[in-house]
């Protein structure tokens, strides 16, 4: 690409080429500092499951999973069976 240039425009395209890489860099470093912390990801009890029944949707190995465990209230979605 450079090599049909003369010496002195290959060293400044290779010039003008670093100094676009300098500045997207000084660019993505002044974005990411302004970022404030990513808010924390609560974790007071445990969140939905989604069982999805496999290849053939045969729904009866489903059965014992979609059983509530102690304590936990069943919200399956009962549209799917009508």
Do not use: C, K
């Not at 974790?43 to 069982?51: A, D, I, N, R, S």
């Amino acid at each position: 690409m450079f090599d049909a240039l003369s010496p002195q425009r290959r060293r400044l395209a290779l010039g003008l080429v670093a100094a676009a890489v300098v500045a997207a860099l000084a660019i993505v470093v002044a974005v990411l500092a302004q970022r404030g912390p990513e808010p924390a990801v609560a974790t007071q009890g445990e969140g939905p499951v989604l069982l999805v029944p496999g290849y053939g949707g045969d729904e009866s190995g489903l059965q014992n999973l979609a059983r509530p465990a102690a304590g936990r209230p069943d919200r399956r979605d009962r549209q799917a069976d009508r």
